[in-house]
């Protein structure tokens, strides 16, 4: 019970920190809020990864490959996601290298047979910890523990395994043939004694990504 004469001092007291309670509460609310943007069903991240690792193989078979002249890429039998900027990415490396594009196939006299055998994601991770577990609730279901991470790793690498043969498309002797060329990109995200974390790629040239501001400039 406050003493005899102090109620007032209460009464004072609840009249200012009552509103500055709502105050805080109504800052509180405003700094949690979220917006949602629509995103696409795949990250620019995975389509980064698989252009570069498709860089990569594409850059390796045209040196392999050395063709000269008048050639034409064949990808009838390539498919799949990806694959056309893979096709363009050979043509490409095929020019820097010597190779002169021709607008048909009856206009070439080399035929280059190109075909993709990856073309894809892959990720791993690895923990120094205790990993997050999933404990049943008998109201709501289950419910997860946090995961407690010493040191974290979780690398997802973009893969390409290119390949081509290139032959006379007059007599169909074979001109050369570039075995399977591959590429690699990698990003990881690293954890380390729970708070630090960083991540490292080789998917853009340094500095090209401008670094979000808080406000304009």
């Given at each position: 019970?406050?003493?005899?004469?102090?109620?007032?001092?209460?009464r004072r007291?609840?009249?200012?920190?009552?509103?500055?309670?709502?105050?805080?509460?109504?800052?509180?609310?405003?700094?949690?809020?979220?917006?949602?943007?629509?995103?696409?069903?795949?990250?620019?991240t995975e389509?980064?990864?698989?252009?570069?690792?498709?860089?990569?193989?594409?850059?390796?078979?045209?040196?392999?490959?050395?063709?000269?002249?008048?050639?034409?890429?064949?990808?009838?039998?390539?498919?799949?996601?990806?694959?056309?900027?893979?096709?363009?990415?050979?043509?490409d490396a095929?020019?820097?290298?010597?190779?002169?594009?021709?607008?048909?196939?009856?206009?070439?006299?080399?035929?280059?047979?190109?075909?993709?055998?990856?073309?894809?994601?892959?990720?791993?991770?690895?923990?120094?910890?205790?990993?997050?577990?999933?404990?049943?609730?008998?109201?709501?279901?289950?419910?997860?523990?946090?995961?407690?991470?010493?040191?974290?790793?979780?690398?997802?690498?973009?893969?390409?395994?290119?390949?081509?043969?290139?032959?006379?498309?007059?007599?169909?002797?074979?001109?050369?043939?570039?075995?399977?060329?591959?590429?690699?990109?990698?990003?990881?995200?690293?954890?380390?004694?729970?708070?630090?974390?960083?991540?490292?790629?080789?998917?853009?040239?340094?500095?090209?990504?401008?670094?979000?501001?808080?406000?304009?400039?």
């Open positions: 019970m406050p003493r005899p004469g102090a109620t007032g001092s209460w007291l609840y009249r200012i920190a009552f509103p500055a309670l709502l105050a805080a509460t109504g800052f509180g609310l405003a700094g949690c809020s979220t917006s949602h943007v629509t995103t696409p069903a795949r990250s620019a389509q980064l990864l698989i252009s570069t690792a498709a860089d990569q193989a594409a850059e390796r078979l045209a040196g392999r490959l050395a063709v000269k002249g008048s050639v034409y890429v064949d990808a009838a039998g390539v498919e799949g996601y990806d694959t056309k900027y893979a096709v363009s990415a050979v043509r095929l020019l820097r290298y010597g190779a002169a594009m021709a607008p048909t196939r009856d206009a070439a006299a080399t035929i280059v047979e190109l075909r993709v055998g990856a073309l894809s994601v892959d990720s791993e991770s690895s923990l120094l910890g205790i990993p997050s577990i999933d404990i049943p609730m008998p109201v709501s279901g289950t419910s997860s523990t946090p995961e407690i991470s010493l040191f974290k790793k979780e690398l997802t690498q973009g893969v390409a395994k290119l390949a081509a043969t290139a032959y006379d498309k007059t007599s169909g002797t074979l001109v050369s043939s570039s075995g399977p060329q591959y590429g690699f990109s990698n990003r990881a995200e690293w954890v380390l004694l729970l708070m630090l974390s960083w991540e490292t790629n080789d998917l853009l040239p340094p500095d090209t990504r401008p670094v979000p501001k808080p406000w304009d400039d």
